[in-house]
């Protein structure tokens, strides 16, 4: 079946810290990869995605790479600010369109500390 | 921007009750989806639809029923509320097409006593 893993944290880092969230996967066939931010209290928003092997999303200074040989998706940020203080869900898709669902990983609760 | 609307962000019920939970989105998607989040299990897939009176089961469906009767409005039904399906309820839609995102509602929080 399909899997996400990633670390689950908290993560805390200090104002200008670089980020970096590792996620792997399993999955039949050749699937679409993503990134979500959950903000308290509000639903998930997407925040970059990648449909092909060795693609790079990108959005608001966050980037992921789509690593076919290593199954991995990992978002780094080069310098985060205390807004980006959320939870982080690394997802994917097998069909493409998404209309079998998401599979998630479980969320990384990051902390930023001014 | 895509807008999926929920129709409660908090619920509280009783065990036994029948909870209706709404969900509309305004960008003529065709899939719909209902997510249940939980700590340490994050989000797992209830039930989805692709388009207008077809459903098809999730990960977790047991306890669970939908309804889509407009394909802009996708209702989740609890037939017999138990305290396990306490939990943060989480509706998103997107369009039919390859590699296209799932937009989110804000999710209800709903407590069964």
């Not at chain 1, 999303?57 to 205390?82: D, I, P």
């Not at chain 2, 669970?64 to 996708?74: A, C, G, I, L, P």
């Not at chain 2, 609890?78 to 309820?89: F, G, I, P, R, V």
Request: hydrophobic share 30%.
């Amino acid at each position: 079946g399909n899997s996400v893993t990633q670390m689950e944290g908290p993560v805390t880092l200090s104002e200008e810290a670089f980020l970096t969230i590792n996620c792997t996967y399993t999955a039949t066939g050749y699937p679409s990869l993503f990134w979500y931010v959950q903000y308290p209290g509000e639903g998930l928003q997407l925040l970059l995605k990648a449909t092909k092997a060795d693609d790079k999303g990108s959005n608001k200074g966050f980037e992921a790479t789509y690593r076919k040989e290593t199954t991995s998706f990992h978002l780094e940020k080069g310098s985060v600010q205390v807004s980006d203080s959320a939870v982080y869900f690394c997802a994917l898709s097998v069909s493409g369109g998404g209309a079998d669902g998401l599979t998630f990983g479980k969320g990384t609760h990051l902390i930023i500390q001014p | 921007d895509v807008k999926v609307t929920q129709s409660s962000r908090y619920l509280v019920k009783r065990t036994g009750e029948k909870v209706f939970l709404e969900c509309v989105q305004d960008m003529d998607h065709e899939n719909m989806f209902w997510y249940r989040q939980d700590p340490g299990l994050g989000l797992r897939l209830i039930y989805f639809s692709y388009d207008v009176k077809m459903k098809e089961k999730g990960d977790i469906p047991e306890g669970y029923s939908v309804s889509r009767e407009k394909k802009e409005r996708f209702s989740l039904i609890l037939e017999s509320a138990s305290t396990n399906q306490t939990s943060m309820y989480l509706c998103a839609s997107s369009l039919v097409r390859q590699h296209q995102p799932q937009h989110f509602g804000d999710g209800t929080r709903l407590s069964i006593l």
